[in-house]
Structure formats: structure tokens, C-alpha cells
């Protein structure tokens, strides 16, 4: 109990210590994600692996979530053995074109011969191409069928399960939400007697568990969003980067100290 009663002690001291350092121009604030994005996939389909779980570090490029790929490497594989076979037929096309204007130099052929040997390597060329676009084509819809993480961040909500149906027809179906959170956000809200004397870009101290981090405003309002007795007020937001290992969560109450005058 004396341990216990020692550790509130100080973390109780040190609160009183960072309340002592507030200024005139400091804000109440609360902290946010820095980026917050809700992924979903272009194609429909049952969900086949979800790769991850809330509360998971993911890095750039991760697959988080794949749609069952079966039915898709089916038709990629009829499609490439389609492309294959309309190249065979294309690249000796090319090669009787060849031969039919070498005998028509040498006025062993007539014009309407080469006319139809020009004819059949159009056709054979124009198959190769469309067989090249549908392979094209169903390669895309297995990288629409997959969520990859757009940046290093953390997993914050999953929205399916493996086996559960996707249908993006009309409306997108929400699959998982990640946010960035090597850097965060400090929102407030600011008088607007102060608002013109501040600028994107300055720097600004982002007070957080009795700790003074360096940042910088990202965003200044334009429209208010509040009122006080002073007038309107407007958003203001700041970024920063935690502490390493200080599991800051968005909510979380925070201190916007603006530069000096």
C-alpha cells in the first residue's frame, strides 16, 4: 500500500508541476490520429483471409485482407493459356504476311492474295491484343481483391471475417480501418482575435502527459464551429510526433501552447 500510494503521490506531483507551467496562450486540446483511412477492396467476393487484428502494427505494403482467390486464379489461368495460344497464332500470321510480301515482290502472288494474307495478320494480331487485355483485366481484379496497408500504421477496426460476402455493387462495403500513429494530431479550438496573428506551419508545443513535445500547425479554420463571450471560435489543429514507446491513444486530453507573440 506505501508503494502504491507512493507512485500516485508522484504521478500526482507531476501533474501539478505541468499545470504550473500553463500559459495565457495555451489550449485545452485532445489528440487524434494523424491519418485515419477505411480500406475496402474494388471487386466483390467472400472475404478469404483477414491477416491481422485490431491493435496490430502493420508496415506499408502488408496484405491485411484477400478476398477468396480461387475463382480468380481459375480465370487467370484460362486467360493466360488464351494469350499464349492467340501469340502462337498472331506470330505465324506474321510470319505467312512475311512470306506473302516476299511473293508478291517477286509477282508470284497476286494483289488479292496479299490482300488476304494482310487480312489474316490484322485478325490474328487484333486476337492477341484482346486476349492481352482480358489477362490484363483479371490480374487487376485480383489486386482490387486484396487490402494492402497504405502506410506504416495500426490496425484499428475490423469490419468482416473470414467467409463473410462482400457485395461493392452499389455501396462500398467497409473491410478495416487503419491510422497512422507515429505521428498524431492536437485539435483545439481558437478565438478568433487570435486566429490572424497565426500561420500554417508555426511552431507550436503540444503539452501530454506532463510531457512538452515539439509540432507545428497543420490547419486553421475557416469556418467557426463554436462560440464563446469573445466571439467565434475555430479549429486548430497541430501535429506531432509521441515519445517512442508512449502508446498515445487519440482522446486523449492535451495542451496546444501557441507561440509567443
Do not use: C
Amino acid at each position: 500500500m506505501r508503494r502504491k500510494a507512493s507512485v500516485l503521490g508522484t504521478l500526482l506531483i507531476g501533474v501539478l508541476l505541468f499545470s504550473s507551467q500553463l500559459k495565457a496562450q495555451d489550449l485545452s486540446a485532445v489528440t487524434d490520429w494523424f491519418n485515419r483511412v477505411t480500406l475496402t477492396t474494388v471487386s466483390s467476393g467472400m472475404v478469404g483471409k483477414v491477416n491481422v487484428s485490431v491493435g496490430d502494427q502493420v508496415t506499408q505494403g502488408a496484405l491485411l485482407i484477400e478476398l477468396d482467390q480461387r475463382k480468380l486464379n481459375a480465370r487467370l489461368a484460362a486467360a493466360e493459356s488464351r494469350r499464349e495460344a492467340a501469340m502462337q497464332v498472331n506470330n505465324e500470321a506474321r510470319r505467312e504476311l512475311d512470306r506473302s510480301l516476299e511473293l508478291y515482290d517477286r509477282t508470284l502472288l497476286s494483289d488479292h492474295e496479299r490482300k488476304l494474307a494482310e487480312i489474316e495478320a490484322a485478325k490474328a494480331d487484333a486476337a492477341f491484343r484482346e486476349a492481352e487485355a482480358k489477362l490484363t483485366a483479371i490480374r487487376l481484379q485480383k489486386e482490387y481483391s486484396r487490402i494492402n496497408a497504405p502506410f506504416n500504421g495500426l490496425v484499428a477496426a475490423l469490419h468482416v471475417q473470414p467467409g463473410q460476402s462482400v457485395i461493392n455493387r452499389l455501396d462500398a462495403t467497409p473491410l478495416i480501418t487503419l491510422v497512422e500513429n507515429k505521428r498524431m494530431r492536437a485539435s483545439a479550438q481558437i478565438d478568433e482575435r487570435v486566429l490572424p496573428r497565426l500561420q500554417i506551419g508555426d511552431p507550436v508545443k503540444i503539452g501530454v502527459r506532463g510531457k512538452w513535445l515539439e509540432g507545428e500547425i497543420l490547419l486553421l479554420g475557416l469556418d467557426p464551429i463554436a462560440t464563446s463571450t469573445n466571439g467565434a471560435l475555430y479549429a486548430v489543429e497541430a501535429g506531432f510526433t509521441p515519445v517512442e514507446g508512449m502508446g498515445l491513444r487519440a482522446g486523449e486530453q492535451a495542451v496546444l501552447r501557441l507561440p509567443d507573440e
